[in-house]
């Protein structure tokens, strides 16, 4: 018998992206793998039941319990585990540095789970880069939210009740978010202004129209072996605050985007560099999740200090969900494609690609920094 892969509806409350969109139906069942989803899994993300049918899937109202692998895109709740077949294999976003009861009931019911967020950033795993692709879309949409509450016009108008002149946006961070963030900025006409404590990004920044703001902090050691940033020490960040201030006081929109994976995310902005902002800006945090860049953030709200809106958005890619799905659901298929062989999953321990995202394992927390973490 064929495996089966099932795609649930996601539980978590706004959540409207689905891990597995109607055209990659097709990749799966060509692999030699029946597809079964739950009924209604994609309407909010407007992929609907009979498109799903069309390319092949099988609609189930249940499909915990009928998975060898289940495709998820947020962490499974306890009950969803103890709906799973021992046994099966779960690809999802797990949250695993902060989510020890669920990773410990995976691991109790001997799952093999694999979470999105530890894909190694190695040229063989930038289809699989799911955590890459959901910062495109959080990047762009916090320029957005920014643009629709900022008191101002973003581009440069020349108006016969006078010119209006530009806004001006400080990108703190020119990773994928912060890149996307520079990009879309300046589509809307703004003047842009980015830093990252990695030189090497400044061509980067430069070709998207912006200025790189030297700040003469560049770090040596900012990114861990598998490309994802390293926690600087207090003395860097407090050097960054005060080198900072200045680009900060003259910003009307400030997007810091510095996250360290399984750590609360660095204080960047102080309560004190807020006071010298002017009123009316806006800062859009994209580290709330992780506690925020900025030490007045709170996570999920829009509060008002000192004149200036500080908005703490959670879970932005969710609020693309069509594309959203798009984008997970690719990475999802490609790298379950990877770890299969003749239609049955084949697991190379010695590959980074298969070892890097694998988290539980026969019954045990095998990912050694989210065993210590947890």
């Known amino acids: 018998m064929p495996m089966i892969v099932s795609v649930p509806k996601e539980a978590v409350p706004g959540e409207q992206r689905v891990a597995l969109v109607p055209e990659l139906v097709p990749k799966l069942t060509k692999a030699g793998l029946d597809v079964v989803v739950q009924f209604g899994a994609g309407a909010s993300a407007g992929f609907f039941d009979p498109e799903y049918e069309g390319k092949g899937a099988h609609l189930e109202t249940e499909v915990f319990d009928k998975a060898n692998v289940l495709l998820k895109v947020q962490p499974p709740t306890i009950d969803e585990i103890g709906r799973m077949n021992e046994d099966s294999i779960l690809i999802s976003f797990l949250q695993p540095y902060t989510n020890a009861i669920a990773i410990n009931a995976l691991a109790a019911r001997k799952i093999t789970a694999f979470s999105m967020e530890l894909m190694p950033r190695i040229t063989r795993a930038q289809a699989m880069d799911a955590l890459s692709a959901m910062s495109t879309i959080a990047g762009y949409k916090a320029v957005l939210i920014a643009a629709s509450r900022l008191p101002k016009f ?3 108008l020349m108006t016969a009740a006078g010119t209006i002149t530009p806004a001006r946006v400080f990108v703190i961070g020119a990773g994928v978010a912060g890149l996307q963030a520079i990009g879309t900025a300046k589509r809307l006409g703004a ?3 980015a830093y990252d404590t990695r030189p090497a990004v400044k061509e980067q920044v430069q070709s998207l129209g912006a200025k790189f703001a030297e700040l003469g902090l560049a770090s040596k050691d900012a990114e861990d072996r598998s490309g994802y940033a390293k926690a600087q020490s207090e003395e860097f960040y407090q050097k960054q605050q005060e080198m900072m201030s200045k680009y ?9 985007t510095a996250l360290v994976p399984g750590q609360r995310a660095p204080i960047l902005i102080t309560e004190e560099m807020v006071r010298g902002m002017r009123p009316g800006s806006v800062i859009v945090d994209l580290a709330a999740e992780q506690g925020g860049n900025c030490a007045l953030t709170e996570p999920g709200q829009e509060i008002v200090r000192h004149g ?3 908005i703490g958005p959670m879970n932005l890619p969710s ?11 690719r990475t999802v ?7 299969l062989k003749d239609g049955t999953p084949h697991l190379d321990l010695n590959d980074e690609l298969t070892r890097g995202p694998l988290v539980t394992y026969q019954g045990e927390i095998l990912h050694e920094v989210v065993k210590a973490k947890l």
């Open 333 to 339: 298929t490609s790298y379950l494609l990877h770890l």
């Open 191 to 193: 003047i842009v202004e």
């Open 308 to 310: 200036v809106i500080i």
């Open 248 to 256: 900060v006081a003259t910003a009307d929109v400030v997007i810091p």
């Open 319 to 329: 609020t693309v969900p069509f594309q959203g799905s798009e984008m997970y659901a």
């Open 154 to 156: 973003f581009p440069l």
